[in-house]
């Protein structure tokens, strides 16, 4: 399939710069306003339009407009692109939600690739990602479906697998050997996406301790990170870890990689305060809901 090359927008390559870093690669011009909309769910009837009416330049959806099998198809991705827009694919790597039509399949004959249960989101599962089986009827299937459906990229959901896997379901990995199996899952895939579209962006969210493991910093163009500066719903993330993960942002960051941050606020000071963060870290950023279904503050 004959398609253009894609590369990373402008303004998000631009925010990434500094001093010492590695340069951007060349990218097109694009005419939308800086910024990124993240929404999963809620869809007006099930369309794009109203993503594709707003100013950001690029946005995040699921690959499934129910979360089901009612995929968004190229002509309704092409839409959204042409109003200037990046968009990128929606999807997860580590987990398995049961309403997605590859779990009946895999409870039913591959119900050992399906561990533990996430407490935080009751009807999703943790999964061996590192089984050639999950690679070959989920991982694969859906960034083949990514490509064909003419997305810019793929937006990686639940690297954090690695920490959350129960160890009774890990086949004897530690943590170390867990994290360095999620690594190489993410450079697969980038593998696989860009031989077909060498433009074509792999950007995993969240976890980006994961830096430090070889080939991960080399295999995606940007990363998408949660709950930096606010914990869901306007609690000041004050814990060990959001340093932590702040630290690695900022090194992906210098090494060339834009930054997708996203935080959940409603309060007019928490909502200034993250944007006011955002600004001085050079990342994009978006404050909106948990649930993720409605478009919510982009910053200026």
Known sequence: ??????????????????????????????????GWIYQLQGYPDGRLDSLARAPQQLVVVDLARDAGAGYFDR???????????????????????????????????????????????????????????????VVAPRVDRALAAGFD????????????????????RDRRDLARAMADLVVRISRRAK????????????????R????????????????LFFEATDRRC????????LGHTRALRDAGKFVLAVDYAARPGNVRAACQHYRSERFVGYVGPRDLDRIGTTCP
């Open 75 to 137: 002509a309704e991705i092409a839409a959204v692109r042409a109003s200037g827009k990046t968009v990128l694919a929606y999807f997860e790597i580590g987990s398995i939600e049961d309403f997605r039509p590859e779990y009946p399949p895999l409870r039913r004959d591959a119900a050992d690739l399906i561990g533990n249960r996430w407490e935080d989101w009751p009807d999703e599962y943790f999964v061996r990602y590192w089984d050639e089986r999950w690679w070959q009827r």
């Open 1 to 34: 399939m004959t398609r253009r090359r894609r590369r990373a927008p402008a303004a998000l390559m631009a925010l990434a710069v500094c001093a010492g870093c590695s340069a951007p690669a060349p990218v097109p011009g694009r005419d939308a306003a800086p």
């Open 238 to 245: 004050a814990a060990d870890y959001c340093a932590e993960n």
């Open 195 to 210: 031989q077909r579209e060498p433009g074509f962006l792999v950007v995993p969210q969240n976890s980006p301790e994961l």
């Open 153 to 172: 990229g793929v937006y990686l959901d639940t690297p954090l697998a690695y920490e959350e896997l129960d160890p009774a379901h890990a086949d004897g």
């Open 212 to 227: 430090t493991q070889p080939g991960y910093t080399e295999a995606i163009d940007g990363i998408g990170v949660e709950e």
